[in-house]
């Protein structure tokens, strides 16, 4: 798999998979679904039809992980009041199995 220099220090692969909804926790350590997608305006309120993008992300210290950001350079919507971000980085255990395979496939990689 060929990485990409992102950031200082972040290189990100070059598979994506669409997703449509990412596991996050709560106040209360307990972790919730919630629904994702593409939005193009900051203060959106309404999620579109168009799924966010997931990534393989690598680290210094050679830790991979998954940057979701929104298709064709749009902001990612993560449930009704958890707001608009450019984009998250966050483990396996986020997405479902099926995304992980996809980006995952071929690679390898054992998951404990």
């Known amino acids: 798999m060929e990485w990409k220099k992102i950031a200082d ?3 990100a692969g070059e598979k994506k998979a669409q997703v449509r909804s990412l596991k996050v ?3 209360s350590g ?3 679904r919630y629904r994702v997608s593409t ?3 900051l203060g959106a309120e309404k999620f579109s039809i168009v799924p966010a993008e997931a990534r ?3 680290d210094e210290g050679n830790s991979i992980g998954l940057r979701i950001s929104g298709k064709d350079s749009g902001l990612v919507k ?3 009041n958890l707001g608009v971000q450019q984009q998250i980085l966050t483990s396996f ?3 479902s199995k099926k995304v992980a ?3 995952t496939k071929g690679m390898g990689l054992e998951f404990y």
Request: aromatic share 8%; no cysteine; hydrophobic share 45%.
């Open 9 to 11: 220090g972040l290189l």
């Open 39 to 41: 939005v193009w305006e």
């Open 93 to 95: 255990n986020a997405v």
């Open 56 to 58: 393989l992300v690598k």
């Open 101 to 103: 395979e996809r980006l």
């Open 78 to 80: 993560i449930g009704k």
């Open 25 to 27: 926790p709560d106040s």
């Open 30 to 32: 307990t972790w919730r």
